[in-house]
């Protein structure tokens, strides 16, 4: 069992910068990969990052995130982290972690076994 808690949410103008963390409770962290996610109002879910699951691992973006947020997890810490540069209104979302169980991520968020509940992003000037 894997519980996951995310912060770092907040409102921030266009151009700025969040952070968002995301604490993994359980000694196991190390064997999970980890992902990113947002839901907009009224929108699906979509995958945003993700990273396999020793520090420093593989990592993937969507398209319209690449060059702007990067995600990193220290397994020390049990925390997966997302920094988000260059804030875009159109990232406004409620932006949630995800476990799933080995070394390798997914794009898909059905395959993931543990979820955050979610911090707000809001982008607005």
């Known amino acids: 069992q894997v519980q996951l808690v995310e912060s770092g949410g907040g409102l921030v103008q266009p151009g700025g910068s969040l952070r968002l963390s995301c604490a993994a409770s359980g000694r196991t962290f190390s064997s999970y990969a980890m992902g990113w996610f947002r839901q907009a109002p009224g929108k699906e879910r979509e995958f945003v990052a993700a990273?396999?699951?020793?520090?420093?691992?593989?990592?993937d973006y969507v398209d319209s995130v690449k060059g702007r947020f990067t995600i990193s997890r220290d397994n020390t810490k049990n925390t997966v982290y997302l920094q988000m540069n260059n804030l875009k209104p159109e990232d406004t979302a409620v932006y949630s972690c995800?476990?799933?169980?080995?070394?390798?991520?997914?794009?898909?968020?059905?395959?993931?076994?543990?979820w955050g509940q979610g911090t707000q992003v809001t982008v607005s000037s």
């Open positions: 995800a476990a799933r169980g080995g070394s390798y991520y997914s794009t898909d968020p059905r395959l993931y076994n543990y």
């Open positions: 990273i396999s699951s020793r520090s420093g691992g593989i990592t």
